[in-house]
């Protein structure tokens, strides 16, 4: 299970990624919307599978409360990862012209961000780890969808409808 959340966290953070970066060129107003990531991002952000074993113990707590640990969390590991990162010159990012940066790892400005973020993972982690959800099977679409690029019309319904169900499943 903790394999499946590594997986589900690591290309949830690359979506969420690539949707912030293409912000930047929407507010600049270049139609292409061209988001980035990088490779390394994809263990950084499946680290939060560290949630949904945390989540047991913080359940009760307001949602209010879990997001500001989960924004501390997300902190300290984009602190040693970007530190760690950028002793060996692979950190993909550089944050040391904003204001409220700490080593130009981390934006304190950034903790909303980081609170919503963490929730979202919490909810799409419970939903991937309730008996009979559709996660697992959406999981394995999206990897034969990567391994097999090119579709039969039939597969491609088939598909859409899979992500569509799961889509309508996660409940908020």
Same mark, same amino acid.
């Given at each position: 299970m903790i394999? +499946?959340?590594?997986?589900?966290?690591?290309?949830?953070? *690359?979506?969420?990624?690539?949707?912030?970066?293409?912000?930047?060129?929407?507010? +600049?107003? !270049? @139609?292409?919307?061209?988001?980035?990531?990088?490779?390394?991002?994809?263990? /950084?952000?499946?680290?939060?599978?560290? /949630?949904?074993?945390?989540?047991? &113990?913080? @359940?009760?707590?307001?949602?209010?409360?879990?997001?500001? /640990?989960?924004?501390?969390?997300?902190?300290?590991?984009e602190y040693i990862?970007?530190?760690?990162? +950028? &002793? &060996?010159?692979?950190?993909? *990012? !550089?944050y040391s012209q904003a204001k409220a940066n700490i080593g130009g790892v981390i934006r304190l400005d950034y903790a909303p961000l980081w609170m919503a973020a963490g929730l979202l993972f919490e909810r799409i982690?419970? &939903?991937?780890?309730?008996?009979?959800?559709?996660c697992y099977f959406y999981f394995q679409l999206l990897i034969y969808r990567l391994i097999f690029p090119k579709i039969s019309e039939n597969e491609r319904i088939f598909y859409q409808y899979n992500v569509n169900f799961f889509l309508l499943e996660i409940r908020w």
């Open positions: 394999t +499946k959340n590594f997986f589900v966290c690591g290309l949830t953070g *690359w979506c969420m990624e690539i949707l912030f970066t293409s912000t930047g060129s929407f507010l +600049k107003q !270049d @139609k292409r919307l061209i988001g980035r990531t990088s490779v390394w991002m994809f263990p /950084i952000y499946g680290t939060a599978a560290v /949630i949904a074993p945390l989540y047991r &113990h913080i @359940k009760n707590l307001p949602a209010l409360l879990r997001g500001c /640990i989960y924004s501390v969390g997300i902190f300290s590991f990862s970007g530190t760690l990162l +950028k &002793h &060996h010159g692979m950190c993909p *990012w !550089d982690l419970i &939903h991937c780890n309730t008996p009979g959800s559709s």
